[in-house]
């Protein structure tokens, strides 16, 4: 499931961002910056994620001298979904997708199986406002590294063993698994209303972009990517990907 989404990038899966601003090089010296629009509930999301990583990973096996930089930027799939209380999860699938809903879930499990990801689809569906708050506050702690563990963490929870991504336990001990914080404390943050606006006022503004789905990925705030790419598109010579462009700007060097 890649998509491509206007106006950012018409004609392909990885191409230049037309914002009406001037953009920086791509490749940057050896900073990589992957700004990363997501949503914990969605699986593609989490294939994207592990896509990404894999590719990173052979970047740096290949003894390229890079600096990656994350961020995880919040994003709605579902607007609808209700906030202060679960839905079923299943139910909520076949409404949105209908009699596919049994294909797409085959084609998913499949997908992520091929990555050591063990999709389920059952218990409960929520909006991942509440969690968006933390993964935030998890960025003002310890960066992207940190957004990146707690991201992963309740991505494998949800998605892998049908918890509930808007349960203050659940998130809780999310935060205390990764070492984010002990869950007493994550407990006092979601139940404020620490960083509410600032999550919304940022997924207003992707939506304003023009980011109408997720997984989404911006590269050097120059290059974009939608949906969950297999890490062989990051690596293809005949395209932009990021790890032929290090390579070809190392030898400059």
Request: charged share 30%.
């Given at each position: 499931?890649?998509?491509?989404a ?18 920086p ?19 593609w ?22 600096k990656?930089?994350l ?13 202060d209380?679960?839905?079923n ?6 409404q ?19 990555l ?44 892998e063993?049908?918890?509930?991504v ?5 998130l ?5 698994a ?20 600032e ?5 207003a ?5 023009g ?43």
């Amino acid at each position: 499931m890649t998509q491509v989404a206007t106006p950012f990038f018409p004609q392909s899966p990885l191409s230049p961002l037309d914002d009406g601003f001037d953009s920086p090089p791509l490749f940057d010296g050896r900073k990589l910056k992957l700004t990363i629009y997501q949503d914990p509930t969605c699986p593609w999301c989490y294939i994207g994620e592990r896509e990404m990583q894999w590719a990173i990973q052979i970047l740096k096996e290949q003894e390229l001298d890079v600096k990656v930089e994350l961020e995880f930027r919040p994003f709605l799939l579902d607007p609808e979904l209700p906030v202060d209380r679960p839905v079923n999860k299943r139910e909520h699938y076949y409404q949105r997708f209908g009699n596919k809903a049994t294909l797409w879930e085959k084609f998913v499990t499949a997908r992520g199986a091929a990555l050591g990801i063990d999709f389920k689809f059952g218990g409960p569906a929520r909006s991942s406002l509440m969690c968006q708050r933390l993964i935030m506050k998890a960025g003002e702690i310890g960066g992207g590294e940190a957004q990146k563990a707690l991201y992963e963490e309740i991505s494998r929870r949800v998605l892998e063993q049908e918890k509930d991504v808007g349960c203050l336990r659940n998130l809780s001990e999310s935060a205390a698994a990764c070492g984010l914080m002990c869950a007493e404390r994550a407990i006092a943050f979601l139940t404020s209303d620490q960083l509410q606006d600032e999550v919304e006022q940022e997924i207003a503004l992707a939506r304003q972009k023009g980011i109408t789905g997720v997984p989404f990925a911006v590269i050097n705030d120059k290059y974009a990517v939608c949906g969950g790419l297999p890490k062989e598109k990051y690596l293809d010579q005949d395209e932009a990907q990021f790890i032929h462009g290090f390579r070809a700007k190392q030898g400059e060097d």
